[in-house]
């Protein structure tokens, strides 16, 4: 049987902050034994007739400085909303600058203080099953959150004194949507929580069995 098909979505030319270069090698790797990951930079894959023939899409776009077209933004509502798996890893909640999209994904991202240690609290779910609480240096993601969408939330981390959410999923249609906020540069993606937090998140996403 031929492996399930995921498409990694980021930028190798000209990244602000996040490159895809090292990120797509490490996914590759994470989710090896259940898809075969192909990597690329080119937007147009959004388009529907493009995404049909992936089980998943893995946003790690940096779109701080713009945002995808109308037909891109339409290609990937109705990829998920079809019934398509959708990862979105930490700068790719930069899609959610075009409204619909703030919409699929559940949240927009509103800033972060520097980059520090912090210390994730893990929730209950199917994807973290399993999974310790851990800590690792990363960016803390600050969110405004999509009153629409009922979401569970997976991760938390502390700041100042309170619980902040750092990962979430919900389905969207009937496809199904998950974000992870770990995934700053390439050391973050060797962790262990994180490795098994996106390969959960994958089967989880792609519906594929246990």
Same mark, same amino acid.
């Given at each position: ?7 990694? +979505? ?19 790797? #994470?989710?090896?034994? !259940? ?14 007739? @493009? ?49 619909? !999209?703030?919409?699929? #994904?559940?949240?927009? %991202? ?9 210390? %994730? ?12 609480? %851990?800590? +690792? ?7 405004? %959150? ?38 700053? @540069?390439?050391?973050?993606?060797? @962790? ?6 996106? !390969? ?11």
């Amino acid at each position: 049987m031929d492996k399930r098909k995921c498409l990694l +979505l980021g930028d190798y030319t000209h990244p602000r902050f996040h490159p895809l270069q090292g990120v797509d090698k490490q996914v590759s790797e #994470i989710l090896n034994d !259940l898809l075969t990951v192909q990597c690329s930079e080119n937007k147009k894959l959004l388009l529907s007739e @493009h995404l049909a023939g992936y089980d998943l899409c893995i946003a790690y776009n940096e779109l701080w400085n713009e945002t995808v077209s109308p037909q891109q933004t339409a290609g990937l509502l109705s990829y998920v909303s079809g019934g398509g798996g959708l990862i979105v890893l930490h700068t790719g909640v930069s899609l959610a600058k075009r409204y619909e !999209l703030a919409h699929l #994904i559940g949240g927009r %991202f509103t800033g972060h203080p520097p980059y520090a240690p912090l210390n %994730f609290k893990v929730r209950e779910h199917d994807i973290t099953e399993g999974i310790e609480d %851990f800590q +690792l240096d990363e960016e803390p993601y600050r969110f405004e %959150f999509d009153p629409f969408t009922d979401k569970k939330i997976l991760l938390e981390y502390e700041a100042d004194g309170e619980m902040l959410p750092a990962a979430w999923c919900h389905s969207y249609g009937l496809g199904r949507v998950v974000y992870l906020m770990p995934g700053h @540069h390439e050391p973050s993606f060797r @962790h262990p929580a994180v490795r098994q937090l996106i !390969l959960r998140a994958a089967t989880w996403a792609a519906r594929i069995p246990r």
